[in-house]
């Protein structure tokens, strides 16, 4: 569908951008947000460095794990250290990093507007900032939701209290085999309600929450409608960008806006109905703002 892409680059200058940008907000019918990983890490939730190294040097010692979502996927020794890798991986990304500026200046400039958010990102940071629940989607599952490992059923649990007592007791990286959860219908282990499968459970919040975004889009297809994405990257492209890409293609008065440090473009199809900004998310919504 699309032939080719643009950077955005032009005689426009960052600041013709912004002005522009804030111009397309203003005016705006609706705006739909898609928010990928690197708004979070525009925030400083950063997966690796210094930040990875002050929860996780002992994995890092003993397996050479080199990062939080790396280490989501490592295959370990049981169940007990499997729990003590992800109850302080849902602890210091869910329950405990506090609301990261960039989702409070953003929730400044779209609190007045028509707006709704599609998210790939699991660490709630929208609802903490206090985005209206029912304006948000996250498709890929929460870290505060676990679901059946087989699974035998659609329905998910929240787990904070069970989280918080597995980094309490947890000893030489492992939690005691008694906090191991497990299915109250078949008796499985539990695992988390994250989508790297076909075992993803799509629970009933689930499917309210697509339904009420296809509503979304419906009710302003005709519409002077922004689509603002933040953050997305090419790892699962389908959900937020060649979508925004397609419908900004389709629908007569949207605009497409990418926000992305070093990965700020649209293709040529949509390139007059686009505004691209290569910088830092949290910089740029900040002046927004």
């Not at 928010?35 to 890092?60: I, L, P, V």
């Not at 979502?69 to 405990?96: H, T």
């Not at 996250?138 to 980094?167: F, I």
Request: proline content about 4%; aromatic content about 14%.
């Amino acid at each position: 569908m699309f032939s080719g892409m643009s950077t955005g680059k032009s005689t426009e200058t960052y600041y013709d951008k912004i002005n522009r940008l804030k111009n397309e907000l203003e005016t705006a019918d609706a705006v739909v947000v898609g928010a990928g990983a690197g708004m979070s890490t525009s925030a400083g939730m950063r997966y690796s460095g210094e930040r990875f190294e002050k929860y996780f040097s002992d994995f890092h010692q003993k397996y050479g794990i080199t990062d939080m979502y790396s280490g989501g996927f490592y295959p370990f020794d049981g169940l007990e250290e499997y729990w003590a890798w992800w109850s302080r991986n849902i602890l210091v990304n869910r329950y405990e990093p506090g609301v990261g500026k960039p989702y409070a200046d953003l929730l400044e400039l779209v609190k007045d507007k028509d707006y709704f958010v599609l998210t790939t990102n699991v660490d709630h940071q929208f609802q903490l900032a206090g985005f209206d629940k029912n304006r948000l989607f996250y498709t890929q599952g929460d870290y505060g939701l676990w679901q059946c490992s087989k699974p035998c059923h659609n329905k998910t649990y929240d787990n904070e209290e069970a989280v918080r007592r597995m980094v309490a007791e947890q000893k030489d990286m492992k939690i005691p085999p008694a906090l191991i959860p497990r299915c109250p219908v078949c008796g499985a282990p539990m695992t988390m309600n994250l989508r790297c499968d076909d075992t993803f459970v799509e629970d009933e919040g689930w499917h309210k929450a697509a339904e009420r975004y296809s509503l979304f889009l419906r009710r302003h297809q005709n519409m002077k409608t922004l689509f603002l994405e933040l953050g997305t990257g090419m790892n699962t492209p389908g959900i937020i960008k060649f979508r925004f890409w397609q419908m900004v293609h389709e629908w007569p008065d949207a605009t497409y806006v990418c926000i992305n440090l070093n990965e700020a473009y649209a293709p040529d199809e949509i390139r007059k109905k686009s505004i691209c900004i290569d910088d830092d998310i949290g910089k740029v919504l900040e002046q927004l703002s």
